[in-house]
Each structure stands twice: as C-alpha cells, then as structure tokens.
C-alpha cells in the first residue's frame, strides 16, 4: 500500500527565513506526489506537484519541492517564509483508481507557524 | 479560480440518524469524491464516483454510507445511521475534464463538519 510520512506535526521559523516541511513517501512504481495546503476554515487547496521531470518542482505562493528518489523524500520548501504562509500543510501521493481519476493517500499534515 | 462548494458547513445529528451532506463540484468534471478527517487525524479517501457509479471505495464506506449525483451538478453523502465515530470533516473534491482525460489535481471544498451526538 502506498503511504506518506510527515514527521514534524509541526515547524515553528521566522518570516523571511527559508522553510522546510519534510515527506517521505512510499509507493510500488513512480510515484506522484503532491502538496496541498489547508488554511483554517477552508478545504484543501492544491500547491503543487511532482509527476516525472525535474526534481524540482515550483508551485504556487512561491512553494517548490524537491523530489528525490533515493532518499523516497518531496520535501517542500520556501526561500522566504511569510506570516500568510501560517497554515496545515498535507502531502499526499496517489493512486490510480479503477475507472479512472484518483485517489489521495495523504500524510498526517505539519502545522506550520511563521512568526514576525 | 472554480470552487467546489459543500452545505451546510456545519451539521449536528442525534446517534442514528440519517444525514446528508451536499456538494457542488466544479461544472464539467468528471470525477468526485468524498474523503474526511477526523479531528487530529490525517485526510482519508471514503469514495470516488465516475460516469454514475463509484469506481472505488475504502474500507470506511460501508452500507451505512451511499452516494448519489442526483440530478447533474449536485453530488450527496448519506450516511443512514450516525455513530459517534462519524463526527469528522467532510471534504467533497472533484476533477477532470471532459476531453482531456483524467486530471490528477484534485479540487476540494471547504468541508462539513458533522457532529454526532
């Protein structure tokens, strides 16, 4: 069964400091990978993801990933963290489901807090 | 951006009854879901729908839950009898356009949180 870990439930940094939320995944075959970023009260929105290609993988609101295969990690990152940036972050990697369109298998999310 | 939009927002239920939790996907996907999350715990898959039928469902959606896309934009969740462990979010999503296949970025509403007492 494939699965994604994230170890930190949470990543306290600065703003104007570089960010990092870690995810390790495991998957039979190439993976496909996301990031989806849930603020509060809202649903889940999608930031990015990693289907084939480059290992680095830009997204939105300034968000990249690093995909690497030896290590199975897709780690996100961010050159300049902002307050805004303060929400639950969830990665997730997905199956093929019959018939077509997919399914998330999601991590267990990293809260990550910014501060001034 | 197109928005997946759930009602109502919030849902609180008596131990037993039947519940019905609505959504409107984004106009010309193809492809639903229903996944929920319970209060700490990660986001899981409950079911996916294409074409009028589920194509996949996990362990959670059991016969106490079904599905239904009654009328082309509408795409519901019922659960017949709430048990205690039913309190969660749920998150509906879709994806896919017609003609270009399927789609793998997933578009969620903002959830109903269902509490059962």
């Known amino acids: 069964a494939q699965s994604v870990a994230q170890p930190e439930d949470q990543v306290n940094v600065a703003e104007g400091n570089p960010l990092t939320v870690k995810c390790t995944y495991s998957?039979?075959?190439?993976?496909?990978l996301f990031w989806y970023v849930q603020y509060p009260n809202r649903g889940l929105q999608f930031l990015l993801k990693?289907?084939?290609?480059?290992?680095l993988v830009k997204g939105s609101y300034g968000f990249e990933a690093e995909f690497n295969k030896s290590q199975t990690s897709f780690h996100l990152k961010k050159p300049s963290a902002l307050v805004s940036d303060s929400a639950l972050y969830f990665c997730?990697?997905?199956?093929?489901?019959?018939?077509?369109?997919?399914?998330?298998?999601f991590g267990t999310g990293t809260q990550l807090k910014v501060e001034l | 951006e197109p928005e997946v939009t759930q009602t109502p927002s919030h849902q609180v239920t008596q131990m037993g009854q039947e519940v019905i939790l609505r959504c409107v996907p984004i106009?010309?996907?193809?492809?639903f879901y229903w996944y929920r999350q319970i209060l700490g715990q990660k986001v899981e898959f409950l079911v996916s729908?294409?074409?009028?039928?589920?194509?996949?469902k996990s362990e959670i959606f059991d016969d106490q839950f079904s599905v239904e896309r009654p009328d082309g934009s509408n795409f519901t969740l019922k659960i017949r009898s709430t048990k205690l462990e039913d309190s969660a979010m749920y998150f509906c999503?879709?994806?896919?356009?017609?003609?270009?296949?399927?789609?793998?970025?997933?578009?969620f509403g903002s959830g109903t949180q269902l509490s059962v007492l």
């Open positions: 999503a879709s994806s896919g356009y017609r003609g270009r296949g399927t789609n793998e970025k997933l578009f």
């Open positions: 998957v039979s075959g190439n993976p496909y």
């Open positions: 990693y289907i084939t290609g480059d290992n």
């Open positions: 997730a990697v997905r199956d093929r489901v019959t018939g077509g369109g997919n399914k998330l298998t």
């Open positions: 106009s010309n996907h193809l492809y």
């Open positions: 729908f294409y074409n009028n039928e589920i194509s996949e």
